[in-house]
Nanobody, 124 residues
């Protein structure tokens, strides 16, 4: 079965850290660009970060720059999102997905597969 599986969410206090994982099954992520998205209650889904398959180029949304780091381990068929200095406004369901990327404009968006989502709640 071809799918992406998100994991690693949970409840964390403000200032804390979490690491999300996105593991592919049924196909290899080695040749795919992959991104993370999030959707908070009552808000539209937004892009968080992405990483290219060719050279590891990464992009981040402004609200998470300097706090989040995306990485990939192709040997484990897994993409990670390390989230530090978490804020209550980071609370959302986080999804990974395969993405398209345009380096000339540093734009990117979802294409193809989605994970099922993992809940991140930042609260004291």
């Amino acid at each position: 079965q071809v799918q992406l599986v998100d994991s690693g969410g949970g409840l964390v206090q403000p200032g804390g850290s979490l690491r999300l994982s996105c593991t592919a099954s049924g196909f290899s992520l080695r040749y795919d660009n992959v991104g993370w998205f999030r959707q908070a209650p009552g808000k539209e889904r937004e892009g968080v970060s992405c990483i290219s398959s060719a050279d590891g180029t990464t992009y981040y949304a402004d609200p998470v720059k300097g706090r989040f780091a995306i990485s990939r381990d192709d040997s484990k068929n897994t993409i990670y999102l390390q989230m530090n200095s978490l804020k209550p406004e980071d609370t959302a369901v986080y999804y990974c997905a395969t993405v398209w990327m345009i380096h000339a404009t540093q734009t990117w968006g979802p294409r193809g597969y989605w994970g099922q989502g993992t809940q991140v709640t930042v609260s004291s």
